[in-house]
């Protein structure tokens, strides 16, 4: 079976130290930096924009995963390929022509992925999950980090999973908000590709070797 991969959440990072985290996970086993864009409408906080997205991109030497919450996405997604994004992904209720959003993400040679919202069934995706290369499910309310897990993703990741082999689709699908080394074999088990953790990572005592307890429950 294919590995499954790790995304350290930079949300969680030091900011007043972020190149040494950057490199932090530049040196971890990690497999992807993931990089949340908060605009204080579609979700009830602000992380950071661009400059610091730019500041963490020259530093990070590992695939660039943004998830972006932000209301109407089209608008950057050009800026955020200039950026150093390989994947861009934006949230289904965030887009009214979600379609054509995922078309002008991939004509940017950017991999396109979707976020749902916990209430947002993944029945939704069954028209366009051939144009998706990744499935962001939110198993917390986007917005914040060190939120508790919900445990209805289960039953999610196993509907989506039936639903991209059904298809025939080679889409990933990500979880994201409050994983740790407790529910990550369950999750793998029922069928995530890439896990995101966020505060697990970077308010253990030790990140690298909380990454790497990660990466061997998705080596398993
Ligand atoms: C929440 C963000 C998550 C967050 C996860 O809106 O999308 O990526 O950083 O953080 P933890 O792992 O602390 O829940
Ligand atoms: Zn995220």
């Known amino acids: 079976m294919k590995s499954k991969l790790i995304a350290p959440s930079i949300l969680a990072a030091d900011f007043g130290n972020l190149q040494r985290d950057v490199e932090m996970i530049n040196k971890s086993e990690a497999d992807w930096f993931h990089i949340d864009i908060m605009d204080g409408v579609f979700v009830p906080n602000i992380s950071f924009g661009m400059p610091v997205l730019e500041a963490i991109t020259s530093h990070a030497r590992k695939t660039i995963d943004v998830h972006l919450m932000i209301v109407d996405p089209d608008r950057y997604i050009k800026t955020f390929k200039a950026l150093g994004a390989d994947n861009l992904t934006v949230h289904y209720e965030a ?101 995101v953790a966020g505060s697990f990572v970077f308010k253990a005592t030790d990140p690298l070797e909380t990454i790497k307890e990660l990466k061997n429950i998705a080596n398993t």
């Open 95 to 195: 887009c009214t022509h979600l379609h054509r959003s995922l078309q002008a993400i991939r004509a940017e040679g950017m991999k396109a992925g979707v976020a749902l919202n916990p209430h947002t069934p993944v029945e939704l995706l069954e028209d366009t999950i051939k144009e998706i290369d990744l499935v962001c499910l939110m198993s917390v309310n986007p917005g914040f980090g060190g939120q508790k897990f919900i445990e209805h993703t289960y039953n999610k990741v196993r509907r989506l999973r039936d639903m991209i082999q059904r298809n025939g689709a080679s889409t990933l699908i990500e979880i994201d908000g409050g994983v740790t080394s407790t529910n990550a074999p369950a999750l793998i088990a029922a069928g995530a590709d890439v896990l």
